[in-house]
């Protein structure tokens, strides 16, 4: 399995119920098929999708129990480029 180094304009097109992307803490994870099963309700993830929810991820404080479901979803990483030029974006 070969995982994808996407960027932002890549990932914000997966944004429907249908097609949904959520980057957290760098990593990119494909929830479609989790919509129907989180305990938040589905309009949480799509509000997140195809964006970063990190901030979301946190500040609800989810269980290490949740953490390991969300590796099943993981297909790729935020092409580091990206990573830096938000990073070096902020310092400015």
Known sequence: LRLAIM??????KHN???DL???IHNKVYDVTAF?????????????????DATESFEDIGHSEDARQVLEKY???DLDAKVKWA???????
Request: net charge negative.
């Open 7 to 12: 960027n932002f304009d890549e990932i914000s």
């Open 16 to 18: 429907k119920r249908g």
């Open 21 to 23: 992307y959520v980057v």
């Open 35 to 51: 919509l129907s099963e989180h305990p938040g309700g589905e309009e949480v993830l799509v509000d997140e999708g195809g964006g």
């Open 74 to 76: 993981y297909i790729g």
């Open 86 to 92: 938000c990073f070096s974006h902020s310092l400015a």
